[in-house]
């Protein structure tokens, strides 16, 4: 059970290390703008094939990456009604608290219990190796409960 | 090929042979299960030493198959073997080119 966990947080670690290369990339929209692409979907062009990385059907994590923003959605194991339960009340009161974490995302994309979103400015002000960790230690903690 | 008993072979010539601009999702669907029960035959201790075997390009598009099969939740768990082998071969460049493909 253990040695699963390890390879998949490895998975996790290795795919979002080569996905978050990110840089400023202004809107081509509308001037002066700076929007994350893989929010605002412009253009095909700027968007990456997404991954998934996936320990069993109920633990999944989807990346999805851009030119200048990256999407990380997880979906935590629920066995019972009430994981289910407790996982949606803790993750609505992270998501409510968002902004304290800066990089959580309000609302998590369709199926997934939660998401990241991190842009290249997120990246300008803290170092890509802790927010990884920031993430797999999440995961990891999530896991252990 | 995998009747050979040359498991191996029959990985890096699953990768050859992909369907790379088949439009078809057919063929490409045919093409993946393929894949899987020539991944799927490698034993686990095996693993390691199939994929240093394969070729930068092969093992570009065995980790394409990877995320592919965990996409589909299809064997995770020996799909992240294959992941950790693959990485340790190609590096961090084989998944940075599943994403830009």
Redesign the interface.
């Given at each position: 059970m253990a040695n699963t966990l390890k390879t998949y947080l490895d998975a996790v670690r290795a795919s979002l290390e080569a996905c978050l290369c990110l840089t400023t990339f202004p809107s081509q929209q509308v001037e002066r703008h700076n929007k994350p692409e893989i929010e605002v979907q412009s253009s095909k062009e700027l968007l990456l094939t997404p991954l998934v990385v996936a320990r069993n059907e109920d633990e999944k994590v989807l990346i999805e990456s851009s030119v200048n923003s990256v999407r990380i959605s997880l979906k935590i194991k629920q066995m019972d009604g009430m994981d289910q339960l407790l996982a949606h009340w803790f993750c609505r009161f992270l998501m409510q608290r968002a902004e304290q974490f800066i990089v959580l995302r309000r609302k998590a994309v369709d199926g997934f219990d939660l998401s990241f979103l991190i842009t290249n400015t997120n990246l300008e002000k803290m170092w890509k190796h802790k927010l990884i960790d920031f993430v797999i230690t999440f995961m990891e903690e999530v896991d252990k409960e | 090929e995998m009747q050979a008993g040359n498991i191996a072979g029959a990985v890096a010539a699953a990768m050859d042979y992909a369907p790379l601009h088949s439009k078809d999702e057919d063929v490409k669907a045919q093409h993946a299960q393929l894949v899987y029960k020539a991944m799927g035959a490698v034993p686990d201790a095996k693993i390691s030493t199939v994929a240093k075997t394969l070729s930068t390009p092969q093992c570009d598009m065995a980790m394409k198959y990877v995320?592919r099969a965990?996409?589909e939740?299809h064997e995770?768990?020996s799909?992240?073997?294959w992941?950790?082998a693959l990485?340790k071969q190609g590096g961090?460049?084989s998944?940075?080119r599943?994403?830009?493909?």
């Open positions: - | 995320y965990m996409a939740t995770c768990s799909m992240l073997k992941h950790a990485l961090l460049g998944i940075s599943v994403v830009a493909s």
